[in-house]
């Protein structure tokens, strides 16, 4: 506090010190002409021809000067130049100077050079005592880097900073930035913007409220509805640390990657972006909206990865650890998942749970295929088995090495066993009371179902069926060996998504290289199908 009050204080007296010293007169150099003339009652001082005035170690060039005693001032024509100081210099046609207040006002083709930075504007007010100048009419600045412009800007010659104001414009050949106030450091070529600031590039285009670039390294810090749009694809978040030169740019805080061409939103409160890698992630509360017409996917994991072919499309999203998912005809869980886009299919591995309507599906991997956004068939590769409640405590059930679920309007219309398959089945009658308990054991076989029930089972080599009475076949032989009705797991709404234990997984933020088991599994489980 003492020191706040002695720098107070030294600075009152420096300001009284300042105010009692009368300002200095401007003095003549040279000239080669000098006539005298009356002007308002006062003597006015005419001097043409290679004229040189002094003032305050300043000098002031021009072709003519009317010199004003009583004020101290004068206006200088043609070729008007002030050599401000080393490195500064004031070039006009025109110019009005005031000996008392330092402030010289400058017409026509003014230019003001500080070492490689060139300001142009037809009006600029260059006060010497604050070392500033502003132009209020529109001004271009040019470097060895950029061109600046604006309608309005102050320049700061003592840290050698640009302020501008409204419509400003700076040009680079890589790139346009357009805002609505920035401030740019002359010697650091790092520029400072507020308000709403767009930065349009050759491959892509950047748009925030706020934050700095770097325009000699390309890199940038970026605050407030930041969108970074490369090519179909859109990141945004709160801030954004962004390097042109690698294409890197790292998000926080309201995370979204969006690609346009599969409609696919992944959000969180972390990402990143590394378009020459080909890929995108979020971590941190992540999840995904496929958008589609009928109906939209939401999806939860750990880790959320995008990745692209080399044209930039879509190639694949992962999703590891924890995954959950929900879309009203149909919902999953499982530890990884793998969307495919070029064959619209989904992958769904380790211990993966599939709901359709009354069905439960479980196997080691389940497939989800597609098209024109409707599910054309259930894949469930190794030790399958469908699960549908008949009633309080029966259930039908299909197992088997690998399932086929062929499904019509959202609905499973056709189920095909290959591989040990088995059947328990309670067949009902109009009425829906039971007339006996299907049990059967074959090779393959196909069930063609209506309206949720089963209407016929087809059996393909060796088939072992038998209809039982409900007294013949005790409780524990109602259920096939590995059975289990999984309840309390399936989300039954888009916000079910997030209900899992919080885990932590080790590699989840080791995101350049993706788990290989993941990739490994869905090479396997080609293999697999291609073998039938």
Known sequence: MRKFILVTLLTFALMSLEAQESPKKIRLVTADLLNSIERDGNDVNIFIGNVIFEHDSAYLYCDTAYVYETTNSLDAYGNVHVKLNDTLSLYSQKLNYSGNTKIADAFVNVRLIDNETTLYTEHLIYNRKSKTGYYPNGGLIVDEENTLSSIQGYYYSTDKTYFFKDSVELKNEEYTMYSDTLVYGAESKITEFYGPTTIKGKTNTIEARSGWYNTLTDISELFKDVRIKDKEQIVSGDSIYYDRNSDFAELFGNVCIHDTIQDIFIMGNYGVYKKPAGYGFVVDSAHAIIAEETDSLFLHAD????????????????????????????????????????????????????WSQGNQMISDTIRIYSSNQQIDSLELIDAAFVISQDSTDTYNQVKGRIIIAYMKKNEIRKIFVD?????????????????????????????????????????????????????????????????????????????????????IAPDSLNINVVPETLLEKIDSVNIQRDSL
């Open 303 to 354: 880790t959320l990865k995008m990745m692209f072919d080399s044209l930039r499309d879509p190639k694949m999203m992962l999703a590891y650890y924890q995954t959950r998912f929900y879309r009203k005809d149909l919902q999953g869980v499982c530890d990884s998942l793998v969307y495919n886009f070029q064959d619209s299919t989904i992958s769904l591995l380790k211990d993966p749970i599939l």
């Open 419 to 503: 591989g040990n398959s088995e059947t328990i089945y309670f067949m009902r009658d109009e009425d829906k009371k039971l007339v006996g308990i299907n049990k059967s054991v074959s090779s393959s076989l196909y069930i063609i179902l209506r309206d949720r029930a089963f209407k016929s089972i087809t059996y393909i080599e060796n088939p072992d069926a038998k209809l039982y009475p409900e007294k013949d076949l005790p409780k524990p032989d109602q259920k096939l060996r590995d059975f289990e009705w999984i309840t309390g797991v399936r989300p039954l709404n888009k916000y079910d998504i997030f209900k899992t234990k919080k885990v």
